[in-house]
């Protein structure tokens, strides 16, 4: 921030129905009202985020607009007694990025209410190598785990492997024990979500679909990040007792099954939000991956980028080309 109170995001405009992003010069007064100002370090990048920045309206509603569901930064102003100035926090979800101004700017002001204490030992730029990815991750496979989801009872697939969701819930599980089968489109990432840990990886011929409405039992539960068709093919794959966490909608929001799995089989489907549950729920997940669920090769394999590279990395993303965790540094 500059001396009049100047700094730097990476904005979205609408022209002609168009939507087109670039780095611009704001001012704190651009910034929504709010109890918290937060001076932002970094930020990770998801799907969500790229549909933002291409005019989705499901996402944001006007614009200019910053992206940006995540954040992680310091506490430069409060006129709430917690966070206080100098406290490193999280934020992620809500509107964070959404038709709030988010992360891709160097400045955010929020509630106060939407700000997770950095766990100990925990820097932002780690936090945002998880970001709302590997929150939901977390979310997906503390459902599994609560609903009783144990190793021996037999593999766990993981959709949309070589994603943002989907690479974190492939080392978690298997850093948990479990026999992991990663379920990708991109054939060249087979060695990589085998470093993550994947027993196995198939391509997503696996959940080609098919007439029938149930198929042999191949996997005891799994992670769904895709939706759509290849899902109602996962749920016909599923053992007798089973869940299946299912967080994402890049394969389509639409879901068409019989009731066949869940009434023969009892398979259990688990919605799975990060975004609006409370911020305790997401002070656990936070707390467990800066403990004893910390993902190494997930952390090793970020890659860092800067403003000017995200309109090609969010372009990425759409066209299902995305691979592992993205983190923005402002110092970049
Ligand atoms: N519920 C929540 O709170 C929550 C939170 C975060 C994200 N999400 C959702 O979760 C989903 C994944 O997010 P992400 O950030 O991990 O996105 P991402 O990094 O783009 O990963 C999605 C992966 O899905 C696969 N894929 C892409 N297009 C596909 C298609 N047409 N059919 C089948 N598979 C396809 C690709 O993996 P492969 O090439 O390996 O197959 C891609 O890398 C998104 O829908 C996102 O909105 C939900």
Redesign the pocket.
Known sequence: MSDNNEFKAWRVHERDGQYQGAEEVLRLSDLPDGEVLIKVRYSSL???DALSAAGNKGVTRQYPHTPGIDAAGEVVASTAGTPAVGDSVIVTGYDLGMNTAGGFGQFIRVPASWCVPMPAGWDGRTAMIYG??GL?AGLCVQKLLAMGAKPEQGKVAV????????SVAVELLARLGFDVVA????AD?ADSLKALGAAEVVG?EALTADKKPLLKPQFANAVD????S?LAELLKQIRPGGSVAC?????GPQLETTVLPFILRGVNLLG????EIPLTDKQAVWSRFAADWACPKTEQAARDIGRGQLGGALQA?LK?E??GKIVLDHNL
């Open positions: 998801n799907y969500k709302t990815a939901t959709t949309g492997a070589s994603g943002a969701v989907g379920i990708s489109g991109k990432h997503r990040t895709v939706g759509g290849p967080c994402g909608l890049v394969a799975v939000d990060s975004v993303f299902g995305s691979a």
